[in-house]
Nanobody, 121 residues
Framework: VQLQASGGGLVQAGDSLTLSCVAS????????MGWFRQAPGKEREFVSA????????YYGDSVKGRFIISRDNAKNTVYLQMNSLKPEDTAIYYC???????????????WGQGTQVTVSS
């Protein structure tokens, strides 16, 4: 499985931005998908995950209530809608694939290449 993330950019605090991650292969619906982020000098942080069917969704505490994860299995794509962005959301965002529970624990099978999100104050 190859993952291609896109949609990052430079925005102002309070703005919204939507990231996309397109996966190759025919088994997309069988994978849990997730988003992680890593800011300079910090450890990688779990952001959100969604099960293969989309029926189970999880968020990290720092984004709960502001970010929304979704997926379109017909398009092999997972999205991360980021609202009310804050400067502390600045990071490289990575999409990831694996079993849902493994993704939650950071035990990812496949990583995307990352997309930079910068939020100015």
């Amino acid at each position: 499985v190859q993952l291609q993330a896109s949609g990052g950019g430079l925005v102002q605090a309070g703005d919204s931005l939507t990231l996309s991650c397109v996966a190759s292969g025919r088994t997309f619906a069988s994978y849990g998908m997730g988003w992680f982020r890593q800011a300079p000098g910090k450890e990688r942080e779990f952001v959100s995950a969604i099960s293969g069917s989309g029926g189970n969704i999880y968020y990290g505490d720092s984004v709960k209530g502001r970010f929304i994860i979704s997926r379109d299995n017909a398009k092999n794509t997972v999205y991360l809608q980021m609202n009310s962005l804050k400067p502390e959301d600045t990071a490289i965002y990575y999409c990831a694939a694996g079993s849902t529970m493994a993704v939650l624990r950071g035990r990812v099978l496949y990583w995307g290449q990352g997309t930079q999100v910068t939020v100015s104050s």
